[in-house]
Nanobody, 122 residues
């Protein structure tokens, strides 16, 4: 059974930082593109960032480029999203995702985590 378990969400002030983690089990972790999506209240789930199976390639949405960094540790089956210079618009539930392609649509995701809330106060 595949499990993706996120941690690290919380409440932070504008300009602050948070570090999200996702621990994966039940899948061949090093074979999957891993990523993060987010969903704000009343909005569709949107792509944030992903990282290639080897970790050598990353891609970010324009809204987070330069502020967020995604990384992975294939020995620990873990990915990290370091979020800096947070803004109120970053407030959302953040979901860890495992997929076999670089398609950035939610429909392309094979496995989802349960989500972790990130709230940025102004």
């Amino acid at each position: 059974q595949v499990q993706l378990v996120e941690s690290g969400g919380g409440l932070v002030q504008t300009g602050g930082s948070l570090r999200l983690s996702c621990a994966a089990s039940g899948l061949t972790f090093s074979s999957y593109v891993m990523g993060w999506f987010r969903q704000a209240p009343g909005k569709d789930r949107e792509f944030v960032a992903h990282i290639s199976a080897s970790g050598g390639y990353t891609y970010y949405s324009d809204s987070v480029k330069g502020r967020f960094t995604i990384s992975r540790d294939n020995a620990k089956n873990t990915i990290i999203l370091q979020m800096n210079s947070l803004k109120p618009d970053d407030t959302a539930v953040y979901y860890c995702a495992a997929k076999e392609s670089y398609v950035r649509r939610p429909a392309a995701v094979d496995y989802w985590g349960q989500g972790t809330q990130v709230t940025v106060s102004s």
